[in-house]
C-alpha cells in the first residue's frame, strides 16, 4: 500500500528556533498533502492543504509566516515552524491523498519548544 | 461547512464482546465519504473502513462493520469480538466528493478493551 514516510518522530528544539518536518510518499506520487496539528487528547486539526508546485492553502486562524509549507515534488513537502515558541508545541501529522488508497498518513512528529 | 460529531468521548468493552460506537454528521452534499479511522498509542492513523454516501450496503471489513443511515446522517461502527489490540481513539471523519478534498474529523472516542 501507499506509504508516508514523516521525519523526524520527535524533535526538541529551543524557542525562537525553526524545525523543518518532512513527508515523504514512498511509492507514490503525492500531488496534495494535508498538514495536521493535535493536541493531547483531542482531534486533528487541520493546518494547511499543500499542492505541488503551488502556493499553500491555508486554514483560517493558521498563520502562514510561522507555519511554512512547502511542496516542491511530487514526493516531497516540508512543513517549516518558524520563531517556535512553546506554545506550538504539539504533535504534527501530515497525510496525503491517493488514487488507490485514500487517505495515507504519516507516522507524525512530537514537536517540543523548550 | 460540514460538521461530523462523536458523543462518546470514552468507552470501554470486554474483550471478545461487541461494542458500537456513534457518530453524526451534518452536510448538505449528497456525494460524499465517511471513514472511521483508529490511532492506537502509537499515533498512527490507521484507516479502519471506508463507506461511500451513493452505496446502500452498509460497509464491512472483518470484525468492524458500520450503520450507515443516510437520511438520520448517522455513521456507526460496530467492532465485534474485540481485541486488546483494538484499544485506540477512534476518529469519525467525512470528506466532500471531489478531487483534493479535505477531510473533517469528529472528536475522537477512545476505546479501552479489557480482559
Known amino acids: 500500500g501507499a506509504v508516508v514516510s514523516q521525519h523526524p518522530s520527535r524533535v526538541i528544539c529551543k524557542s525562537g528556533t525553526s524545525v523543518k518536518i518532512e513527508c515523504r510518499s514512498l511509492?507514490?506520487?503525492?500531488?496534495?498533502m494535508f498538514w495536521y496539528r493535535q493536541f493531547p487528547k483531542q482531534s486533528l486539526m487541520l493546518m494547511a492543504t499543500?499542492?505541488?508546485?503551488?502556493?499553500?492553502?491555508?486554514e483560517q486562524g493558521v498563520e502562514k509566516d510561522k507555519f511554512l509549507i512547502n511542496h516542491a515534488s511530487l514526493t516531497l513537502s516540508t512543513l517549516t515552524v518558524t520563531s517556535a515558541h512553546p506554545e506550538d508545541s504539539s504533535f504534527y501529522i501530515c497525510?496525503?491523498?491517493?488514487?488507490?488508497?485514500?487517505?495515507?498518513f504519516g507516522s507524525g512528529t512530537r514537536l517540543t519548544v523548550v | 461547512a460540514q460538521t461530523v460529531t462523536q458523543s462518546q468521548p470514552e468507552m470501554s468493552v470486554q474483550e471478545a464482546e461487541t461494542v458500537t460506537l456513534s457518530c453524526t454528521y451534518d452536510?448538505?452534499?449528497?456525494?460524499?465519504?465517511l471513514f472511521w479511522y483508529k490511532q492506537p498509542p502509537s499515533r498512527q492513523m490507521i484507516l479502519v473502513i471506508r463507506q461511500e454516501a451513493y452505496k446502500q450496503q452498509n460497509a464491512t471489513e472483518n470484525r468492524f462493520s458500520v450503520n450507515f443511515q443516510k437520511a438520520a446522517k448517522s455513521f456507526s461502527l460496530k467492532i465485534s469480538d474485540s481485541q486488546l489490540g483494538d484499544t485506540a481513539m477512534y476518529f469519525c471523519a467525512f470528506m466532500k466528493h471531489g478531487t483534493a478534498s479535505k477531510l473533517t474529523f469528529g472528536t475522537g472516542t477512545r476505546l479501552q478493551v479489557t480482559l
Open positions: 452536510t448538505s452534499e449528497n456525494n460524499y465519504y
Open positions: 499543500s499542492n505541488e508546485g503551488s502556493k499553500a492553502t491555508y
Open positions: 497525510s496525503a491523498l491517493t488514487a488507490d488508497y485514500g487517505y495515507t
Open positions: 511509492d507514490f506520487q503525492a500531488t496534495t
